[in-house]
Antibody, heavy 125, light 108 residues
């Protein structure tokens, strides 16, 4: 069974930084795009960022552009989210999810079938 | 951006009832619409993909329909374990996914 385990959350002051990690197992990590999503308190799910399988292309929701950086280490089956200049409104549970499947030069749209259980980020003074 | 408008935001029903949630897309998304169940402290769980295809292992009391801009999600014979928040999500515009606002389902 696919496993995704997030870590790195915590309490940080506004303007501070955090680095989230997502450890992936039980699938060929390097064949998949990976996505971060979040849920703020009392709010719904929100897509945050996606990275292609080779790390060469990255996509972000407008509200985090220039502040967050998604990256990956295919050798260690790990996904990261570097969050800088954090704001109170970034307070949320952050989830990683497995995304598009790519193999042999072709990619196939996949639903976000597998998610981790999330890591909580609190931005507060 | 594709906006997803989901309603109602909350609903309360009795065990055995049939409940329906709707989701409207701001643009034609064909059938690139998924439904998730989300319980506190848990990972979101995929229930329906392709607007109407039941994910493996999901009870048949869950169903979805629709295409284009209007979609419906139904739980027939509501069970206590169905208490959760439900979300629609479009993936026509990959990877700029958008979710509906969510529907919090409670048991009367």
């Amino acid at each position: 069974e696919v496993q995704l385990v997030e870590s790195g959350g915590g309490l940080v002051q506004p303007g501070g930084s955090l680095r989230l990690s997502c450890a992936a197992s039980k699938f060929t990590f390097s064949h998949y795009w990976m996505t971060w999503a979040r849920q703020a308190p009392g709010k719904g799910l929100e897509w945050v960022a996606t990275i292609k399988q080779d790390g060469n292309d990255k996509f972000y929701v407008d509200s985090v552009k220039g502040r967050f950086t998604i990256s990956r280490d295919n050798g260690n089956n790990s996904l990261y989210l570097q969050m800088n200049s954090l704001r109170v409104e970034d307070t949320a549970v952050y989830y990683c999810a497995r995304d598009v499947f790519c193999f042999g030069g072709s990619c196939y749209s996949e639903v976000l079938r597998y998610w981790g259980q999330g890591t909580r980020v609190t931005v507060s003074s | 951006d594709i906006q997803m408008t989901q309603s109602p935001s909350s609903l309360s029903a009795s065990v055995g009832d049939t409940v329906t949630i709707t989701c409207q897309a701001s643009h034609d998304i064909l059938n690139f619409l998924n439904w998730y169940q989300h319980k506190p402290g848990k990972a979101p769980k995929l229930l329906i993909f392709g607007a109407s295809t039941l994910e493996t292992g999901v009870p048949s009391r869950f169903s979805g329909s629709g295409s284009g801009t209007h979609f419906t999600f139904t739980i027939s014979s509501l069970q206590p374990e169905d208490v959760a928040t439900y979300y629609c999500q479009q993936h026509e515009d990959v990877p700029f996914y958008t979710f509906g606002q969510g529907t919090k389902l409670e048991i009367k």
